[in-house]
């Protein structure tokens, strides 16, 4: 969701400096883009460590997501082409999840702005034992759809989902956007999502197997 379907980075990162300003600790663009795509309690540990701030991780992730929630019920910061696309493959039957690291009571208000059958399932942060670059969210996605990952195509835009997409046995389509994204043997690379469809994202991917 974040980084493909909507652009919150810039929200997360923003929040992030505005908890080191309150708490008197210190942050980076670098240490910022070090979490993009990761679990969120694992960016709590990693912002407790390198921001040095006196907050536990749970109590870092709630302060996180109330701030970004926040900003997005002020505005949601849709990129290019992916209410598009999703809006196509729903019109062809293909069904489709959504596999992310954030936690429901941030995707709550995004999916507010989208069809109720959009998504067959929503696999949240809080839902998997083990987030990105662990298989696990991709294979319960596809688990929940009733299909197998090896016929699932995962959008990612962090090498970390894309990591934790082929573990699973999906073929990626990788959109890098606020970081690279590595070569892989079963990952295809596209600049935007702006233009694709059922019939053209079908034909990158049958290439790519």
Known sequence: MDGTLVDTEPY????????AAKYGGTW??????????????????????????DRTPQEIVDELLDGVV?????????RPGGRELLADLRAHDVPCALVTMSWMRFVEPILEHLPQDTFGTVVTGDRVEFGKPHPEPYLKAAADLGVEPGKCVAVEDSNT??????????????????VPILEGQRRVFVETLAGLDTASLTALTDRAL
């Open 161 to 178: 989902g894309a990591k934790s997409a082929e573990s699973a046995g999906c073929l990626v389509l990788c959109v890098p956007n606020h």
């Open 28 to 53: 980076s663009q670098e240490h910022a883009l070090n979490l993009v795509g990761n679990a969120l309690l694992d960016s709590g540990v990693y912002i407790r460590e390198h921001m040095g701030i």
């Open 70 to 78: 926040e900003r997005v019920r002020r505005e949601v910061p849709w």
């Open 12 to 19: 997360w990162i923003e929040t992030e400096y505005a908890m």
